[in-house]
């Protein structure tokens, strides 16, 4: 619609008055919003500067402010996250950004508005106080409920939901649920984007937890993930530490081990990560066994787990308490049964024991084939 008001009038010259008053409405509106947009990129772009830093704060309360509701919300979030950020005080930041989600709180831009929301609770976690940190679960658990009704949306604001709730549940102690999220947020996100220092921090809060989480035993969606590589120099050792775990590689672990007594939280947690590393060495060893020679004696569960024979049926019973795997324990003859174990994000070596595996199964079926055929012709005979 490159065109100004005259050429457009005169184009339409057949029209009907109504309909020409409708079509001139439409004209200004589309410039209108066109006008808007260029003024909030250019805003976008002026915020980006570093050297905005100072500004970026009143620029926003006297000038942003006047036509807040005419531009798009989400960017408009977008610019008061900048200027909030120039808050020294948590308080005056939150009551800021709290304004800002009432403000953009309307039927067409609940996208904003979780996005502010998220907001919020990133700075009520901050805060560390029990009713602040009760009040972010509360506005998380509201965004989640209006995402969940999106069709579709912009990646940043699923981005920001992850990082804050990952945030929520390493400030509390939540192991698992931080895990989960942190991944989510990190598959929101270009690495890129984010320093090496911050690459290297969130690599290695994602590693301690999975070894203290209760409920984490498969490490391959971490240990396959690029994060994993900011885990070099001092830091290689919890690399190492969880690629043991994962294939359940008990003489790998006790190299690694006494970095477990000088860390604060997995000491605190020692009982059960050597608990994790006897149950995923048992995982390990049922894996790699042919589907339909999966019965192991209590003696060949000692020798694969590095425990006592007395403490094969404990361990057991935990692995299948725990969903990890399947079967029925014969405890007259001291043989345990595997009839499943959880399915696994393999790494390069499990991929080539299945290849293995695979190949001698279709031998096996081949064989199979060859006795039938060898040993039917009469049947099979015309």
Known sequence: MNVDIADFLAEERDKTPDELQYLVIQFENYWERKLWNQLTNALIEFFADPKSEPQRLEFYNTFISKFADKINQLKLVDLGLKASATFRDHQERLAFLTNLAKKVDNENSQDAYVYALTAVAKVQVQLRNEEAVEAARKDLDKAERILDSFDSVETKVHAAFYQVNADYYKANLEFAAYYRNALRYLACIDLSSISPEERKRRAFDLGIAALVSDSIYNFGELLQHPI???????????????????????????KNSDRIDSHPLLSEHDDEIRQKIYLTALTESVFKLPPHQRAMSFAAIAEETELHKFEVEHL????????????????????????WVQPRVLDMNQIASMNKLLGDWGENVNKLGNWIESTGQDIWAP
């Open 228 to 254: 994993l590589a900011a885990l070099t120099g001092e830091l290689n050792w919890l690399r190492e530490l969880l690629l043991a775990f994962n294939s359940g590689n008990l003489k790998e672990f006790r």
């Open 316 to 339: 057991v019973m935990k692995a299948l308490s725990l969903g990890l795997v399947r079967g029925t324990i014969d405890e007259v003859d001291e043989v345990v049964n595997f009839t």
